[in-house]
């Protein structure tokens, strides 16, 4: 079965200061690992992904994350917070080995302050 | 491109009660998902169509819960007779296939079961 943690429940920055999310994952494959982010009363909004290849993965709105697998984390990082930046973020996992189910973590709260 | 449209976007009632959700996912998506998002935690994988036939329902709670994709187009999932712990924002999401492609998010439905 496969697994997503993300850590910390929320995280706070100040706007122009480096933004990292944390994310952990389990997955008895190799794994197909994705970023989301909600904004209130919005569905979510896909970030980026990471299949194969480059372990730095550059997304949407400056983000960007990076695949580790000797750690399995997929931390998502932005080098320069903006107020409008603070929303939910979720870390998703699939595995080839589990029919490809997308599996979600718990969620981080971020708060940039401006 | 239009993105997944989900209705209605708000629905109250009453334990016991029956509910219906309506999901019109992105043209040419052959991938439907249904997710619940309980408050503070990240979405779960209720059932995945693709086409008209279903890939996974190992999380619907079949005693209750049902979902069809007629035509292999619009979708609707329903409540019957719906619990407290059914409150929750009902998530429609679609993508081009099942493996490494992103999923697309409907604003989804927030139902309150009093």
């Known amino acids: 079965a496969q697994s997503v943690a993300q850590p910390e429940d929320q995280v706070n920055v100040a706007e122009g200061n480096p933004l990292t999310v944390k994310c952990t994952y389990s997955?008895?494959?190799?794994?197909?690992l994705f970023w989301y982010v909600q904004y209130p009363n919005r569905g979510l909004q896909f970030l980026l992904k990471y299949i194969t290849g480059d372990n730095l993965v550059k997304g949407s709105y400056g983000f960007e994350a990076e695949f580790n697998k000797s750690q399995t984390s997929f931390h998502l990082k932005k080098p320069s917070a903006l107020v409008s930046d603070s929303a939910l973020y979720f870390c998703?996992?699939?595995?080839?080995?589990?029919?490809?189910?997308?599996?979600f973590g718990a969620g981080t709260t971020v708060t940039v302050r401006a | 491109e239009a993105g997944v449209a989900q209705s209605p976007r708000y629905k109250i009632i009453e334990k016991r009660q029956s509910v219906a959700f309506w999901c019109n996912p992105i043209s040419g998506h052959a991938t439907l998902y249904w997710y619940q998002q309980i408050l503070g935690q990240g979405p779960k994988l209720l059932i995945q169509?693709?086409?008209?036939?279903?890939?996974?329902d190992s999380q619907l709670p079949k005693d209750r819960f049902s979902a069809e994709r007629l035509k292999g187009v619009d979708s609707t999932l329903k409540i019957q007779p719906a619990k407290l712990e059914d409150s929750a924002v009902y998530l429609c999401?679609?993508?081009?296939?099942?493996?490494?492609?992103?999923?697309?998010f409907g604003p989804g439905t927030r139902l309150t079961v009093l």
């Open positions: 999401a679609s993508s081009l296939g099942q493996e490494n492609n992103e999923q697309f």
């Open positions: 997955v008895s494959g190799n794994p197909y």
């Open positions: 169509f693709q086409n008209n036939g279903v890939v996974d």
């Open positions: 998703a996992v699939r595995d080839r080995s589990d029919d490809y189910k997308l599996s």
